[in-house]
C-alpha cells in the first residue's frame, strides 16, 4: 500500500520545490502550441456560427442560400444536417441543442454553421442569412423568472434546527437582500476545436477543453458513432476557468460535423465578441438573507434563499448551486439555520461552471451579511468573524460533515499578525477622521472551501507512465493543463518515484485515446487525483524493477533504493537507464497504468446525507482600501495573504495560484459586470465594456504567505488543493469597501451595497448611507 505522504527513498528532490511551471519557457518565447498555433494539414477548412437575432421566439424562417452562395462556402449546415443526436447537455437534460431547432432560447444561440476556405469567408457569410424569428418578450432577470414561475429545478435546500424560532427569538434581527453579480471567464485563448476525419469513419479532435472524455462522448452523439471512433487531444489551453468544462463541448461538436460533412479537416474559433456572448458565465444570484445574533455578535441563526440565474439550460446549474449551499456557512457555526435555493430559467445563455463553482457566492453572502452585525453593533467586524468560526463543539456543518481539520482560527490569527491589522485598523479610523471626501476600510475574511466534486462519481483519475530502455519516462493522465500548473506537479511526483531527475520525465497530451473515461479538471482536484493515478502507476514499474535488481544483484526488493539517477541495491550501484535496458532483456514490463478514487466520500443529494467532501483548504486575507467619495473609484492599498495547501508540492506554482486566483475574484467582486438589455443582449460582450483587473490594480504591496500545516487526509504528500479557494480570499476587499462606506453610515442605518462594488454601485450605497449625493 502506497503511503501518499512519504517517498520510498525516504528523499524528496523534486516534490515541494518551487520549480517553475514546465511551459513557462515556452509561453515566454511564444512557441507554447495551442490549438491555433498547430500547423494545418492541406485542404483544411474554417468555420463560423450563425447565431440567433432575438433572445426568445419561434423560427419562422432561416433562408441560408446566400450563405452557400458565398464566396469561398463549401458546406452550410443546420440541425437538419446532424446525423446522431441534436443534443450536448453535459448532464443529459435534453435541453442543450447543439443547433436551435423550433425556437430559440437566448440571444446568439447557434443556428446554423458556415464551412469556408478561410475564416474570413465564412465569418462574412454567416451574416448573409435571412433569419425569421416571431420574436416573444424575452425573460432576462431573476426577478422576472421568478414572476414568471419559471423554475429550472426542484429546490435543494439545507436545514439544521429551527431556524424561524431562533430567529423569532434572537435579541438583534437583520435581513436584506444582496445582488451577486456574474462573471465572463475571459480566458486568454478562447473557445477553438479542430477536427479532422479519421479512417473508417473515425474522428480526431483537437480540443480546448477541460474534459477531453465530455468532448469525445458528445461528438460521437452528434455523428452517430460508438465512443471509440473519437479520439480527443488537448497539450494545453489558454485558461480556462470552468468555462471549458461543459462548454468546449459545442464548438468540438460543430467542427466534427463540418469534418464529417466535407470530409476534410475543420477548425472552428470564436470571434471573442462571440464567444462572450454565446458561451455561458458564473451564476448570478439575489441573495434573501436573514440573521438572528447576540450583543456581541455571536450568530444565533441564519436564514439564506439563494435564487440563481441559470440561463436557458441546465448546463451544470444543479452541482453549481448546490456548491453554493454547501459554503454558505463558510468558516462560521451557525446552530440553527436554514439554507434554501431555487435556479431560475431565463432567455439568456446558459452559465456554467466558474472557479469555485457556486461557492464563491454563498461565501459572499454571510460575509456580507457578517458585515452588516458588525456596523449595526459598532463591533470590529474581525471580532465578530472570530466569535463565530467553528471550534471544538462546534464544529459540525450543516450538512452533517465534522469539520475534523479545521484550522481556520489559526490562519485567520497568522494573517492578523503578518499584516499588522490592529495598528492599522486604528490608523483607518484615524484617517477617516481627518478626511472629508476619501474614505479607507480594512477588512480580514477566512476562507474554508471543500475539496472533492460533489459529484461522487468524478472523483476518479487515470495515468498511464512507459519507462524506455535510456531510462526516460513517457506521462500520460486524464488530466488538463490551462496553466495552472497541473502538468509539472505529477511530472514531479514521478520523478520522485524513480528518484531521477525531473528533465527526464516528458509530460504528454491528455488523450482518451492514452487514459479513457477521464473526469474534468476541475473542483481543484486535477493534482490531487491525477498525481495519485500516476504514483500508483510509477509505483508499480518501480517494484518490478526493485525485484527484477534484488534478484540480479543480490538482497532484498525492500532495501533497493531509487536516487539520484541510480539504482542501489546492497553493495550496487546501477544506473536507472541501465537498469531498466537489463530488465527489458530479461522481459519485465516498464509500462502500466494507474488508477485512483477519492477514499471516504459519499453523498446523496436525495437525503442531503453523507461526506462531501475529502477534506477542507483554508485561507484569508487582509485587504486595504481607499475610496473616493466623490467618484466612487477605490484603490487597494495593500493585500496580506496566508493561505493553506498542506504540504506544498511546489510552492511557486501554489504562490502563483494564490495571487492570479485573489487578483479575479477582485475582479468578480468590484470591476466586472455583465449587462443584459432587456430584449437579452449582452451588452458586455468585448473587452471595450467589460472590464477585467490589469496590473495598475494590483497593490504595490501584495504579500503571499503558505501555512505551515499538513493535510491530515491522506492526499498526495500531504498537500492540498489550491485552484479555486483563492478566489474567495478576494471577498476581503468587498468587505474593505463595506468598511469604508459604513465609517460614513449611523450604526442603525444599512450599508446596500451590492457585488460587483463598480463605482455605481459604491457611490448608490454612500447615497443611500447618507441621504444625499449621486443615486
Not at 524 to 549: K, Y
Not at 668 to 697: C, N, Q
Not at 731 to 751: E, G, K
Request: proline share 5%; hydrophobic share 45%; net charge negative.
Amino acid at each position: 500500500m502506497l503511503d501518499p505522504h512519504a517517498n520510498p527513498s525516504g528523499e524528496l528532490r523534486a516534490v515541494r520545490q518551487p520549480l517553475s511551471h514546465d511551459s513557462a519557457g515556452k509561453h515566454v518565447r511564444g512557441t507554447a502550441l495551442y490549438v491555433d498555433d498547430v500547423p494545418q494539414p492541406a485542404g483544411t477548412l474554417h468555420v463560423a456560427v450563425g447565431g440567433s437575432p432575438v433572445a426568445c421566439g419561434r423560427i419562422v424562417r432561416l433562408d441560408l442560400e446566400p450563405v452557400r452562395t458565398a464566396p469561398g462556402v463549401v458546406c452550410v449546415a443546420t440541425a437538419a444536417d446532424i446525423p446522431g443526436h441534436n443534443e450536448i447537455s453535459p448532464v443529459g437534460a435534453g435541453d442543450d441543442p447543439l443547433l436551435a431547432e423550433g425556437r430559440v432560447a437566448f440571444h446568439g444561440q447557434p443556428l446554423f454553421i458556415a464551412v469556408a476556405a478561410t475564416r474570413d469567408q465564412a465569418r462574412r457569410a454567416v451574416r448573409l442569412a435571412r433569419v425569421e424569428i416571431a420574436a416573444e418578450p424575452p425573460v432576462v432577470t431573476v426577478e422576472a423568472a421568478r414572476a414568471a414561475g419559471m423554475r429550472l429545478d426542484p429546490d435543494f435546500d439545507i436545514l439544521r434546527g429551527d431556524a424561524a424560532s431562533a430567529l423569532a427569538a434572537a435579541p438583534h434581527r437583520l435581513a436584506a437582500t444582496l445582488a451577486i453579480g456574474g462573471q465572463e471567464h475571459f480566458y486568454l485563448e478562447g473557445q477553438v476545436a479542430f477536427a479532422a476525419p479519421q479512417e473508417d469513419g473515425d474522428i480526431y479532435v483537437l480540443s480546448s477543453t477541460q474534459h477531453p472524455s465530455e468532448v469525445q462522448k458528445a461528438v460521437a452523439d452528434v455523428l452517430g458513432l460508438p465512443i471509440n471512433a473519437v479520439v480527443c487531444e488537448v497539450r494545453r489551453m489558454g485558461g480556462a476557468f470552468g468555462g471549458k468544462e461543459s462548454q468546449a463541448a459545442q464548438w468540438a461538436a460543430l467542427a466534427a460535423l463540418a469534418a464529417r460533412l466535407t470530409g476534410r479537416p475543420c477548425k472552428l474559433r470564436l470571434d471573442r465578441d462571440d464567444d462572450m456572448v454565446m458561451t455561458g458565465k458564473r451564476h448570478d444570484f439575489l441573495v434573501d438573507w436573514e440573521l438572528g445574533f447576540a450583543d456581541d455578535g455571536t450568530i444565533l441563526a441564519a436564514s439564506f434563499d439563494f435564487h440563481a440565474r441559470c440561463g436557458h439550460s441546465r448546463d451544470l446549474s444543479n452541482a453549481v448551486v448546490d456548491r453554493t449551499v454547501f459554503h454558505a456557512d463558510n468558516a462560521y457555526f451557525v446552530p440553527d439555520i436554514a439554507i434554501r435555493s431555487k435556479r431560475w430559467r431565463t432567455n439568456t445563455v446558459s452559465n456554467t461552471a466558474f472557479r469555485g463553482f457556486g461557492g464563491p457566492q454563498g461565501m459572499l453572502a454571510i460575509e456580507h451579511a457578517i458585515d452588516q452585525v458588525a456596523h449595526r453593533l459598532g463591533i470590529d467586524p474581525l471580532d465578530v468573524r472570530k466569535r463565530n468560526l467553528y471550534g471544538p463543539g462546534r464544529d459540525v456543518t450543516p450538512y452533517g460533515m465534522t469539520v475534523f481539520d479545521n484550522i481556520a482560527p489559526d490562519v485567520v490569527e497568522a494573517v492578523e499578525t503578518l499584516s499588522d491589522y490592529r495598528a492599522r485598523r486604528a490608523a483607518v479610523d484615524d484617517f477617516n477622521a481627518a478626511n472629508s471626501f476619501l474614505r479607507k476600510g480594512i477588512a480580514i475574511t477566512p476562507v474554508k472551501f471543500g475539496i472533492s466534486f460533489t459529484t461522487t462519481f468524478l472523483n476518479q483519475a487515470g495515468a498511464l507512465v512507459h519507462v524506455y530502455t535510456d531510462g526516460s519516462v513517457h506521462l500520460n493522465h486524464g488530466g488538463t493543463e490551462m496553466g495552472q500548473g497541473l502538468f509539472v506537479k505529477v511530472a514531479q511526483v514521478v520523478a520522485d518515484e524513480f528518484g531521477i531527475d525531473l528533465d527526464r520525465v516528458k509530460i504528454t497530451a491528455t488523450s482518451t485515446a492514452k487514459v479513457p473515461n477521464t473526469a474534468p479538471t476541475a473542483a481543484s482536484s486535477g493534482t490531487d487525483l491525477n498525481a495519485m493515478a500516476a504514483r500508483i502507476a510509477a509505483a508499480q514499474i518501480r517494484e518490478r524493477l526493485a525485484e527484477f535488481a534484488a534478484a540480479t544483484y543480490g538482497g532484498q526488493s525492500s532495501n533497493v533504493r531509487f536516487r539520484d539517477n541510480r539504482v542501489i541495491v546492497g553493495n550496487h550501484s546501477v544506473g536507472f537507464g541501465d537498469l531498466a535496458r537489463q530488465a527489458f532483456l530479461a522481459r519485465i514490463s516498464l509500462s502500466a497504468t494507474g488508477y485512483y478514487r477519492t477514499p471516504r466520500i459519499g453523498w446523496n443529494r436525495a437525503t442531503a446525507e453523507g461526506r462531501p467532501f475529502f477534506y477542507f483548504a483554508y485561507g484569508a486575507a487582509c485587504s486595504e482600501v481607499t475610496v473616493d467619495t466623490v467618484t466612487g473609484e477605490f484603490r487597494l492599498d495593500r493585500v496580506d495573504i496566508v493561505h493553506d495547501v498542506g504540504r506544498s508540492i511546489n510552492p511557486a506554482i501554489d504562490i502563483g495560484q494564490i495571487e492570479g486566483g485573489f487578483v479575479q475574484g477582485m475582479g468578480w467582486l468590484t470591476m466586472e459586470e455583465l449587462v443584459f438589455d432587456r430584449e437579452g443582449r449582452l451588452r458586455t460582450h468585448a473587452p471595450s465594456t467589460y472590464k477585467i483587473p490589469t496590473a495598475s490594480d494590483i497593490p504595490a504591496t501584495f504579500n503571499v504567505h503558505l501555512f505551515d500545516g499538513a493535510n491530515r487526509e491522506a492526499a498526495i504528500y500531504a498537500s492540498k488543493a489550491v485552484g479555486e479557494p483563492p478566489l474567495m480570499l478576494a471577498t476581503s476587499v468587498h468587505s474593505a469597501i463595506f468598511d469604508a462606506i459604513a465609517s460614513l453610515a449611523p450604526h442603525d442605518v444599512m450599508v446596500p451595497l451590492q457585488a460587483p462594488a463598480t463605482p455605481e454601485a459604491i457611490l448608490r450605497a454612500i447615497a443611500a448611507v447618507t441621504g444625499d449625493g449621486w443615486t
